[in-house]
C-alpha cells in the first residue's frame, strides 16, 4: 500500500523568507512523487514530479523539492516566499512497482499563508 | 502541458434530481480518467477510475448507482449523480495521466444541491 503524509496542516512564513512544506511517503517499490498547488475554488495545478533522476527537482513559480530515499521525504522548498504563493499544497506518490495507471495516493495538504 | 476541461464549473440543482459532469481531455488521449470528490478543508478523495471501453472501478464505499461514470470516448468522461442530495454537495475534479501518470486535472465543478 502506498501512502503519503503532510504533518503540517498549515504553515505561515513571512514574505521573502524561504518556505518549506513537509511531505512524507510510504511505498513498496520505487516513488514517483509529485507536488500540486490549489487556489479557492480552483482545480489542482501542477508544480513539480520526481521520476528519476537528480535528487533535487525544480518546478514551476520558484518552487524546488529534494527526494530524500533514506528519509522517505519530497519536501517542497522556495528561497523567497510570495504573498501570492498563499494557497493548498498537495503531495501526492504513485507506487511504480506494478505496471499501469495506478491511482495516485494525495496528502491531506498543507495550507500555506504568507504574510505580507 | 495537457489540458483537461470540466464541464459545468458550477451547478445549482434541486434535490431528486440528476446532474451530469462532463471531463475532456482536450489535446491528449485518455485511456483512464479519474474522478475526485472533494470536501470543505479535506484532500481528495478518488471515488472512482473511469475506463475507456469498460466499466469503471469504484473505490470502496463509493455508490456505483449513485455516480454513473460512462466513458464514452478516448477524450470524454462523464460523472452522474443521480438523485442528488444535499449531502452530494462538494466540488468534484477529474483527472487524466500521462505515461509518467503525472495527473492533468480539470479545473473542477461545485455542486450545490438544494
Known amino acids: 500500500a502506498q501512502s503519503v503524509a503532510q504533518p503540517e496542516d498549515q504553515v505561515k512564513v513571512a514574505e521573502g523568507n524561504p518556505l518549506t512544506v513537509k511531505c512524507t511517503y510510504s511505498v513498496s517499490g520505487n516513488p514517483y512523487l509529485f507536488w500540486y498547488v490549489q487556489y479557492p475554488n480552483r482545480g489542482l495545478q501542477f508544480l513539480l514530479k520526481?521520476?528519476?533522476?537528480?535528487?533535487l527537482v525544480k518546478g514551476s513559480y520558484g518552487f524546488e523539492a529534494e527526494f530524500n530515499k533514506s528519509q522517505t521525504s519530497f519536501h517542497l522548498k522556495k528561497p523567497s516566499a510570495l504573498v501570492s504563493d498563499s494557497a493548498l499544497y498537495f503531495c501526492?506518490?504513485?507506487?511504480?512497482?506494478?505496471?499501469?495507471?495506478?491511482?495516485?495516493?494525495f496528502g491531506i495538504g498543507t495550507k500555506l499563508q504568507v504574510i505580507p | 502541458g495537457a489540458v483537461v476541461s470540466q464541464h459545468p464549473s458550477r451547478v445549482i440543482c434541486k434535490s431528486g434530481t440528476s446532474v451530469k459532469i462532463e471531463c475532456r481531455s482536450l489535446?491528449?488521449?485518455?485511456?483512464?480518467m479519474f474522478w475526485y470528490r472533494q470536501f470543505p478543508k479535506k484532500s481528495l478523495m478518488l471515488m472512482a477510475t473511469?475506463?475507456?471501453?469498460?466499466?469503471?472501478?469504484?473505490e470502496q464505499g463509493v455508490e456505483k448507482d449513485k455516480f454513473l461514470i460512462n466513458h464514452a470516448s478516448l477524450t470524454l468522461s462523464t460523472l452522474t449523480v443521480t438523485s442528488a442530495h444535499p449531502e452530494d454537495s462538494s466540488f468534484y475534479i477529474c483527472?487524466?495521466?500521462?505515461?509518467?501518470?503525472?495527473?492533468?486535472f480539470g479545473p473542477g465543478t461545485r455542486l450545490t444541491v438544494l
Open positions: 501526492a506518490v504513485r507506487d511504480t512497482q506494478s505496471g499501469g495507471y495506478q491511482k495516485v495516493t
Open positions: 483527472s487524466a495521466p500521462d505515461s509518467y501518470n503525472e495527473q492533468f
Open positions: 473511469s475506463n475507456e471501453g469498460s466499466k469503471a472501478t469504484y
Open positions: 520526481y521520476i528519476t533522476g537528480d535528487n
Open positions: 489535446d491528449f488521449q485518455a485511456t483512464t
